[in-house]
T-cell receptor, first 111, second 114 residues
């Protein structure tokens, strides 16, 4: 079945620095990809979804890059601030129409 | 998008007891999913519930331990039977939106089993 590997599990950066989280997946027929943010004690909030073969999507303060050839998905917080401190999860919708999650990255942004 | 309302938000129960978690959607959805999340870890898909049919369980989860009902297109319940401390975690219901790709989540139920 699909395997989604997310790195790093923990990430600590200074305010204003960039933070990059990467996921790789195994099913080449996976066709929809997501990034979720989970603040402590809260539910999962959708940040971005992407589906094109190679796509860069920009949100508020972050960029998502999908490379289907390499089966790689990344989230880049361009200038992190303390409010970005949270757990981030990638998720992949595969050819069996099921969604698999990465193990998560605990991001800490220090002032 | 889909809004999912879950209750209770928290529960504490004794080992060996059972408890029910309810999930209500603000619109009709074909499938509801139940996820388990241990603290600061990933979400594990427990089962998929479609209206009028038995839920489909993932490896490691069984109908006897986690029976799920799906009586209509806006409602589902997850029961935790014979609760054990190892069941202490957060349980989320989720569902796809109208576009059928994006997964939306309820607020979660934090369960502590003593």
């Amino acid at each position: 079945g699909e395997q989604v590997e997310q790195r790093p599990p923990h990430l600590s950066v200074r305010e204003g620095d960039s933070a990059v989280i990467t996921c790789t997946y195994t099913d080449p027929n996976s066709y929809y990809f997501f990034w979720y943010k989970q603040e402590p004690g809260a539910s999962l909030q959708l940040l971005m979804k992407v589906f094109s073969s190679t796509e860069i999507n920009e949100g508020q303060g972050f960029t998502v890059l999908l490379n289907k050839k390499d089966k790689r998905l990344s989230l880049n917080l361009t200038a992190a601030h303390p409010g970005d401190s949270a757990a981030y999860f990638c998720a992949v919708l595969n050819s069996n129409n099921r969604i698999f999650f990465g193990d998560g990255t605990q991001l800490v942004v220090k002032p | 998008s889909v809004l999912l309302y879950q209750k209770p938000n928290r529960d504490i129960c004794q080992s060996g007891t059972s408890l029910k978690i309810q999930c209500v959607a603000d619109s009709q959805v074909v499938s509801m999913f139940w996820y388990q999340q241990f603290q600061e870890q990933s979400l594990m898909l427990m089962a998929t519930a479609n209206e009028g049919s038995e839920a489909t369980y993932e490896s490691g989860f069984t109908k006897d331990k986690f029976p799920i009902s799906r009586p209509n297109l806006t409602f589902s319940t997850l029961t935790v039977n014979n609760a054990r401390p190892g069941d202490s975690s957060i349980y989320f219901c989720s569902s796809r939106g109208q576009t059928a790709e994006t997964l939306y989540f309820g607020s979660g139920t934090r369960l502590t089993v003593l």
